[in-house]
């Protein structure tokens, strides 16, 4: 007589228990997914922004050149001093007008791209548009600086040209000129749209591929000329995409101090006086004061640019 077999009984390891455990509660398997960011943004960014705010209210003993850690509100109230109010002021317009001056620059040629273009020639202008991104910042920074100097090769073209007067007459202004284009804020200016451009460009690429074709087509049945199409459907719908870039272009234009001090003339900005009181005047209370002064605007415009659906475009 053969003896009973009785089935042979595996042991349940430990990692099909767990897998188990995070398959039958999802908010757990999400939850340890979510920890090593969160806490990286909650210890790391937002740990420094508290560093940062914490330093703002000490203040620098001018005879010893120690950081005093008494509280006080000195830094705040030398940042509406008339100078470093004129900084922030002059900050925030060159912002304002690189963004406009992307979104203007960017939506045509956003627009061809989602509407016209197909196949190779689609692939060859997002390789335009990307291939700036993929060089050094500061290779394609001095390479403008070159470009822009007074003996660089806009010079040499408006000379052979027989338009260096228009060229003069441009740096002759008062407010955006200078002795090159490369020393002035016009040359600034023109730096900073290059270098932001593509940040501008895809994110309206993207918003007007979702517009349906159809939004379109209804339009023109109902009578509509292409130009109220575009101003009535098309507009509209690519505006978080226009405000997801704006965020970009105005945010890295108020906080860059490189560029300005490459290309441009004395003007400061606040990312220059934050770098210069930091490391040069070793001030380290009054920067962190006054890297505030850009927080607290990008937080305004972020404001704005989400009542505009900006988030739902990035």
Known sequence: MRPEQHPVTMPVGLANRLSTLLYTRRGLLLGLLLTPPL?????IYLGSLLSLLAN???RLDDFTGQVVRE????????????????VALRSTMMAILVT????????????????HARGSQKALLYVAVMLPLW????????????LLAKEGAISWVMQ???????????????????????????GTFIVFVYMWLPFMILPILA?????????????????????QTFRQVVLPLAMPGIAAGSIFSFSLTLGDYIIPQVIGNSTLYIGQVVYRQQGVAGNLPFAAAFSLVPIVIIAVYLWLAKRKGAFDAL
């Open 39 to 43: 806490l990286w943004f909650g210890i």
């Open 56 to 58: 703002s209210f000490f």
């Open 71 to 86: 509280v006080g509100i000195g830094n705040f109230v030398e940042i509406f001093s008339p100078t470093n109010l004129d």
């Open 100 to 115: 406009l001056a992307c979104a203007v620059i960017g939506f045509p040629i956003a627009y061809y791209m989602a509407r």
């Open 135 to 146: 060089s050094s910042y500061l290779v394609r920074l001095y390479a403008w600086k070159l």
């Open 160 to 186: 052979n040209l027989h338009l260096q007067w228009l060229l003069d007459a441009v740096l002759a202004m008062p407010v955006v000129g200078g002795s090159s284009i490369s020393f002035s804020p016009l």
């Open 207 to 227: 918003a007007i591929e979702r517009i349906p074709g159809s939004y379109l087509e209804a339009s023109s049945d109902l009578g509509a000329t292409p130009a």
